[in-house]
């Protein structure tokens, strides 16, 4: 659980490409955290879906990173442990946000046909849940499909009072609802090239305007936090 005061670690003990020094304060969730965090959550998926044939379905973009993370862990298990977990993977795009706000439909693309799933143990990789609402829609579509089994693991779970109360399965870290980019997540596709953890975030104007972002979202970047992954 990362504290909604927490102030993090000095920018400077970690590298950061120049032309964002100026846009970030500190670092939230240090990658070795993350990859901490990432193996347990694997350690966890085994322990309880091992011995079944996953199809493990990453949900794209801002998951990709955490996913193969994730399946590298997993891999390692199987070849290590007497109750492994075959894995077949499958990547699909949830269309659900225009820039920082989330609306009610959700549109499932790419991946094979949910059809195909009916009968199947799914894990669903997810990088961030915030009201729960997408993920409610997805299981929703899945169930139609009667799986045999569907699990959820996020890295993120956000702490807001806008939650439809879904918690997912495993979760690796709650944290403050703020707006939250890297490791895989982004903003209007800008920050996904961060190299290092969970910083805090501070974008001036004059960048976010480089960025053809609205004012009324670059005024919120004091508030926010960039999470990204130190390769």
Known sequence: LIADDSKGHELSLFCVPKHYEEDLDSVIIPNG????????????????????????????KGGYKFFADLMDYIKTLNRNIDKSVP??????????????QSTNCVKVIGGDELSALTGKNVLIVEDIVETGRTMET???????????MV??????????????????????????????????LDYNEYFRDLSVSVLSCSVPIELCALHNLAYIECKLCPFCILLVCLI
Do not use: W
């Open 151 to 184: 699990k959820v693991v996020s890295l993120l779970v956000k702490r807001t009072p806008r939650s439809s109360g879904y918690r997912p399965d495993y979760i690796g870290f709650e944290v403050p609802d703020k707006f939250l980019v890297g490791y895989a």
């Open 87 to 100: 894995l077949t993977v499958d990547f699909i795009r949830l269309k659900s946000y225009s820039n920082d």
């Open 33 to 60: 955290l993350i990859k901490d965090r990432t193996e347990r959550l694997a350690r966890d998926i085994v322990r309880d879906m091992g011995g079944h044939h996953i199809v493990a379905l990453c949900v794209l």
């Open 138 to 148: 997805l299981l929703k579509l899945l169930n139609e499909c009667h799986p045999k």
